[in-house]
């Protein structure tokens, strides 16, 4: 008989490793699998902070609310947001527990800064690399709770038991030695981040990114969520596409043009800052970054990692010089739909982090929000996914054997199918056509031809091989499997962006520039027998 | 220009690509002249630490480096080689837990500005495997824990919020502060800028508060040479 882990978490990130830490109290055998190795996931990058009111006697939890319901363009989730927000405090000190190093001020209390769409400095931090911090500090306290790390294992497909809608397990293919292999689990959580890498070479997100298990999922009738929704955050490195942290303006930067003339209240949610950024870059001016006024001490002292990069990457110097920006993907607040629970409507399925709808961001998320999310949902999921290990008595893997087979045969016909155009041509105009198409601006015809392109490449992949045939770190074989699904996903995404003929926050329909009453709710999408549904959730 | 990766000669004829970094280079060649070619990336940012490898002879971030004409791009070194620039680096998990780099006990310390600050750096560290590469006495012995473990162990050490120092210093002894010869290698190619040797230095100065010694010291006592006269009877 295989192993049976109780709980088994795909994905390494912030909310991976919460659930992993929250899983162990209620439940022994704990593995997390990821395609990447621990630390490097997107949560590193996340810099600007994390939000929570401390004091409220200065700021309210129904502020906090309420900011996030503003953001959220009414089809935030009342329940959920009151929890996270409800919860955030208690977050921060669980980390601060566990060890990140939050920033204090003079009073030897956590420091907050302001962050745009929010009320009051709530925004506790860690100088600017928060994400990191947080990050490290779990994956420290995840290797004392002796948690077992599966590192570079990409997920090629679930095990289901069909007839009673339940997960099983996962096939894996090994990326270090190319061996195909079935891991099962009572419960498994999917905490595998967002889809924001779709927009290749336009996103501000790791390579990482590709959302394939998102497709994945959908396939075995895992229902989606708000796909439409994507974050472009309004500062990136022109050229790289590097973020710039929200922090650079919370602490006083200015957006400027070319003429040097301010043109937006810098701080309005990041869908309204970005689009006007956009605007003027269409019309052929520049958009900089300027934060000479501020000096250099306060520039090093509270976003270090801001200086560093942006004189590592552009030989600038941020008190000294403007600096070139342009909008990029950067989050995607849509994903697998899940009740308050962390459920999916799969038994024994949970997700949690970016790759989950929690309806907490709604059509556009709150810089300071995403951490707050992965770590409470995450916390949430694995504490669940925890005790409903304690229902399940019996478990049976023979049933299995097959499918294993099927997935090696399917890898098997990628190693001997024509490889007469390359991919990652296809990749690489793939992020271009959905930045331009399904990006800041959206309107049908648009966006029904890059659907209509989509499936010509789909129908084409069968003459799209590969070339390494290797079984040893065969990259060009993993990023061949995340292709294939990229293109599935983006069909969803743009169905999702046609099936919303309204704007609301990051979806902007120049087409149908109002909100409408009857789209004001979140937008769900399944399958089933190969046909996807795009409805909304009234 | 041409650069050389892994043993093979790459020319990059389009001039713009002399501008760029060597991740983005690494990338514009596997897609148009190596599909083979491997290596790891992430966030193209210099924060994730995956993209590490070695640049004529010294470790840099792919995502960070410029690449020049004649440069020689080599795996990461110390650490067993894969694929191409793709090394095996399991290391970190079992050198994190030899080394009790976690907070074990947390205290009930008020936490200060300058408390944070003593860890600030410290917490900088993006685990790329640098310093491993970098470092000699890993590659005389390979049982030696981690420049980076260490580092993070004074992290935590230096942590007003940890109680149990004294695991943390007694699982840094064999194969650990004592065997270093500080000759700074690590701290030349940290990517995050962090004082590793230093680090070092202070968790030896902290072991010796708590009543250790230097072995190496003792080894060279304990030999048979004779230094003539010893009332001490050292």
Request: glycine share 6%; net charge neutral.
């Amino acid at each position: 008989m295989e192993l049976v882990y109780d709980v088994l978490i795909i994905g390494n990130g912030g909310a991976g490793l919460s659930a992993a830490l929250e899983a162990k109290k209620y439940s022994d055998n704990i593995i997390v699998v990821s395609k990447t190795t621990p630390t490097s996931s997107q949560t590193s990058q996340a810099q600007g902070g994390i939000n929570a009111v401390l004091n409220s006697q200065i700021d309210s939890i129904s502020n906090h609310i309420g900011d996030t319901k503003k953001a959220a363009n009414q089809i935030g989730d009342n329940e959920t947001i009151t929890y996270m927000c409800e919860n955030a405090a208690d977050t921060i000190k669980w980390l601060d527990d566990l060890g990140v190093p939050f920033s204090r001020d003079e009073n030897n209390t956590i420091k907050k800064r302001n962050f745009g769409g929010a009320s009051f400095p709530r925004t506790c931090y860690s100088s600017d690399y928060t994400g990191l911090k947080i990050l490290h500090t779990l994956y420290d306290t995840c290797l004392k709770e002796n948690i077992t790390f599966i590192d570079e294992h990409l997920v090629l497909n679930f095990i289901k038991d069909n007839e009673n809608n339940t997960i099983k397990g996962i096939t894996v293919l090994n990326i270090l030695d190319g061996v195909i292999s079935q891991i099962f689990a009572k419960s498994i959580i999917i905490a595998s981040g967002g889809y924001a890498g779709l927009y290749h070479n336009y996103t501000t997100n790791s390579t990482a990114t590709t959302g394939e298990i998102l497709n994945i999922a959908l396939n075995i009738g895992c229902e989606l969520e708000n796909m439409e929704f994507v974050q472009f955050h309004p500062t990136s490195l022109k050229e790289s596409r590097i973020l710039i942290s929200e922090s650079a303006r919370g602490e006083g930067g200015y957006l400027i043009d070319q003429n040097e003339n301010r043109f937006i209240d810098e701080l309005k949610p990041r869908d309204e800052v970005s689009r006007a950024i956009y605007t003027k870059i269409e019309k052929g001016d520049k958009i900089y970054l300027d934060l000479r006024h501020l000096g250099i001490e306060k520039i090093k002292e509270s976003m270090p990692q801001e200086y560093n990069i942006i004189y590592d990457f552009t030989r600038l110097k941020l008190e000294n010089d403007l600096i070139e920006i342009t909008p990029s993907a950067h989050y995607t607040m849509g994903g697998i739909k899940v009740d308050i629970n962390s459920k999916t409507n799969i038994n024994n399925l949970f997700a949690c982090g970016e790759c989950a709808s929690n309806r907490v961001h709604g059509a556009n998320r709150l810089g300071g929000n995403s951490l707050l999310e992965i770590i409470t949902f995450g916390r949430v999921a694995g504490k669940n996914a925890g005790l409903n290990t304690h229902n399940i008595t019996s478990f049976n893997t023979k049933d299995y054997q097959l499918l294993l087979l099927e997935e090696q045969t399917k890898i098997s016909n990628i190693y001997t199918q024509p490889n007469t155009m390359n991919f990652q041509d296809i990749k690489i105009e793939l992020g271009k056509q959905l930045f331009n198409n399904v990006g800041l601006y959206r309107e049908e015809k648009k966006l029904q031809s890059i659907l209509g392109k989509i499936k010509k490449w789909i129908v084409s992949t069968k003459d799209m091989g590969i070339t390494d045939k290797s079984t040893i770190y065969n990259t060009d074989l993993k990023e061949y499997i995340e292709f294939k699904n990229m293109l599935d996903l983006s069909l969803v995404l743009i169905t999702s962006a046609l099936n919303r003929k309204e704007s609301r926050g990051a979806h902007y329909r120049i087409d149908h520039l109002e909100s409408k009453k009857e789209f004001e709710c979140s937008s769900k999408v399944s399958k089933l027998d190969n046909n996807l549904k795009v409805e909304l959730c009234k | 220009m041409q650069i050389k990766i892994c043993d093979i000669l790459y020319t990059l004829e389009d001039k713009k690509e002399s501008n760029q970094n060597l991740l983005s280079i690494l990338f514009t060649i596997k897609h148009t002249t190596n599909r083979t070619l491997s290596f790891r990336s992430g966030c193209k940012s210099g924060v994730c630490g995956s993209c590490a490898v070695v640049v004529n002879g010294v470790e840099k971030l792919a995502c960070k480096t410029i690449v020049k004409d004649n440069d020689t791009i080599t795996p990461l070194k110390n650490l067993q080689v894969i694929k191409d620039l793709v090394v095996d680096i399991k290391n970190k998990n079992l050198s994190l837990q030899k080394s009790h780099a976690q907070l074990q006990s947390k205290s009930k310390e008020i936490i200060s500005i300058e408390d944070v600050k003593k860890i600030d750096r410290e917490s900088n560290c993006i685990l790329c495997n640098s310093c491993v590469s970098a470092c000699p006495v890993y590659y005389l012995n390979p049982n030696f824990i981690d420049p980076f473990a260490l580092m993070r162990t004074y992290r935590y050490v230096n942590d007003v919020k940890e109680n149990n120092i004294i695991t943390k210093l007694a699982a840094v002894q064999d194969n650990g502060i004592w065997d270093c010869t500080l000759c700074g290698n690590c701290n030349m190619v940290c990517p995050s800028h962090i004082d590793i040797k230093g680090d070092i230095e202070q968790l030896r100065n902290k072991s010796a508060q708590f009543g250790y010694n230097n072995p190496n010291i003792n080894i060279g006592f304990n030999t048979n040479l004779d230094f003539g006269f010893n009332p001490n009877n050292f």
